[in-house]
């Protein structure tokens, strides 16, 4: 159990990403993987109505219907990214909250993210407007996914000047293989106290030990956007992995996300699964401890 940042959000292990539901899982196979997730003690679910075109939403919020869980998990959604409500305009996020609250069959959404900045609104008028859906108990909390640290931290300070609702947690890009939010974005994340929740914690499947070589790349949706990873850097990764994951007994992809919840600020990576076989290789990793020879034998082939 941790808390989110400076929220009253309890998180439970992984959390689990809703991008592939409606995508590469159909509704039946989300809510198997829905099921043991929540089985096995995780609360925390991830979405946007980007993924899918609103149909991870409407997914999650039928399987919140139909087994009553409303009151066992923590929804976090997004919005800003998705061409059918693209940009963080006041009017924007009005509309795409009442839309995602819609499709969830909620009636507040526990964590709203900003998708991406949007350089062309003031800054103001979107916290204005994040702020107006926590007064109105539609939102508890906000976060912000791909910000830069200027941005975040302009933001932040915006919101303790005007008294607005404040981000508590970051979703950034970060990984063992892509670590630039270790010198860009981590000094203003520990600094203000926030939650972090990595996504493609897993490099798109690269740090699952799905892809080895070109042959394993297939016609896999994800395949193609892991294959940059397939170089001498990514073999000796994937080598320490390997023998981690032999001496523990557990998956490759456990390892991997073992590593970053061993990192600083880090409160917990996002994975997704898009069957209940997929997600039983991801779960220890909320209980695995790593060494710290493990954590350096990974830093190492990592290149720092």
Known sequence: MAKLGNSDLDVRGINLGGNVF?????????????????????????????????????????????????DDVVIATKTGMWEERKGLSA?????????????????HIDLYYSHIDDPDTPIEETLGAFDALVRAGKVRYIGASNYSAERLAESLSISDREGLAKYVALQPHYNLVERDYETDLAPTVEREGLGVLPYFALAKGFLAGK????????????????????????????????????????TVAAVSLAWLFAQP?????IASARSVEQLNDLLPAADLSLTSDELDALA?????
């Open 265 to 269: 600020t880090v409160t917990a990576p």
């Open 91 to 107: 009017a924007n996020i009005a509309a795409a909250a009442e839309d995602s609250l819609r499709r969830l069959q909620v009636d």
């Open 211 to 250: 892809y080895r070589s070109k042959e394993d790349l297939g016609d896999s949706p994800r395949a193609a956007r892991a294959s940059s990873y397939l170089d001498e850097r990514g073999e000796r990764v994937l080598a320490v992995l390997d023998g981690i994951a032999a001496d523990r007994g557990v």
């Open 22 to 70: 409606g995508w590469t899982a159909d509704e039946q196979q989300s809510f198997a993987v829905l099921d043991a997730y929540t089985a096995a003690g995780g609360n925390f679910i991830d979405s946007a109505d980007l993924y899918s075109g609103g149909g991870s939403e409407t997914i999650i919020g039928n399987w919140l219907t139909k087994r009553g869980r409303r």
């Open 300 to 304: 190492t082939a990592s290149g720092s």
